[in-house]
């Protein structure tokens, strides 16, 4: 990638990458500085690790971007307090070229991000990359693998998404009311639209690799459903038509955990016909779940013990963050474009570390 001098003044552009100092952190930042094109004026990584835990980013940055490289430590606050602090820190550029730490931006990247940003209006506020997520060619994808692929048809995710510093400014960046990876892009993306500015699809393209996880995560994404509850507050019960946003299974998780708190609550009074009918509800709906996710997938038995216990698991735990998020979000207001009626939270001052070559 070349240096930053090589473009117009209107399409210069800043880096941001939050990161957890996963190991996928250097790869996403070679192929930043291998990428043909003008480069960036500046790459800021915010450090969103707890202190204790942190250690030096510099092995994962490549010469070419360590003089124009800054480390921000971020706090452990989330990702959309790590953006805020990454975009306020990028210094006076029109544009915000958001990445997460576990992309590959395509070989062009460069040259195609700047052809996206010539391209943009006065009114265009944010241009998103075309994400594309590597399946395996040998055998069907597992649940994980199928959740991460959904990322390609997303709408408006940050993993690669530009946008204008004066939108940002305007709507005052991302709430960091969302402190999980989930559904502060949406948030984002309809505040803008709802005052006025545009959204488009560039044609950068930008690999999103499946990571490896652990058995239990499809469980501890539940934790989404209270963020879930925060969208509606904000923006409506259609929020997710206008978001273009899955709606997820919420309504039948409830609906199972139901029948299996009224089973054992029948079966504690001795209401035994009760309690039976509510079983059979509870496992009926459970089945219907596991071979929903079993079906699709490559059907080996690590994968499939792995589907039946999360889908006992998964159903009480999307419940309970339901709730809680019911209850942590109740005095949340709904959103205008003119404001919510909450004061917005200070910014916070970016301490800057600059990495020397």
Known sequence: MSR??????????????????????????????????????????????????????TADIPHSLRARTVVVPGGARGPAAARNLGWRAAGDVPWIVFLDDDVVPGP??????????????????????????PLPADRRPTDWERNTAGLAG????????????????????????FRRAFREDADLALRLLDAGWTLTVGRRTTTHPVRR?????????QAGNADDVLMTRLHGRHWWRRAEAHRGRLPLHLAVT??????????????????????????AGTTEFALARILPGPGTRDEVLTMAVTSVLIPPAATWHWLR?????????????????????APRPAARERLRS
């Open 258 to 283: 139901g029948a299996g708190v009224a089973a054992l609550g029948c079966s504690l009074l001795g209401r035994h016909r009760a309690a039976a009918a509510c079983t059979t509800a509870w496992l």
């Open 213 to 221: 996880t652990g058995r239990w995560t499809s469980v501890r994404l």
């Open 325 to 345: 998020g019911r209850l942590v979000h109740r005095k949340a207001l709904p959103y205008t474009p003119f404001g919510s009626g909450e004061p917005a939270p």
């Open 108 to 133: 062009t990247w460069g040259d195609d991000l700047t052809l996206d940003l010539a391209a943009a209006t006065e009114r265009t506020a944010g241009i998103t990359a075309r994400i594309e997520v």
């Open 154 to 177: 997303a709408r408006w995710i940050t993993a690669d998404l530009a946008y204008r510093r004066a939108a940002l400014t305007a709507v005052g960046g991302f709430d960091e009311r």
């Open 4 to 57: 930053p001098g090589a473009r117009t003044p209107d399409a210069a552009y800043a880096v941001v990458i939050p990161t957890l100092g996963r190991p996928t952190l250097g790869p996403c930042l070679h192929a930043l500085a291998e990428a043909t094109g003008p480069g960036p004026v500046r790459v800021v990584l915010v450090d969103d690790r707890p202190d204790a835990a942190r250690t030096p980013l």
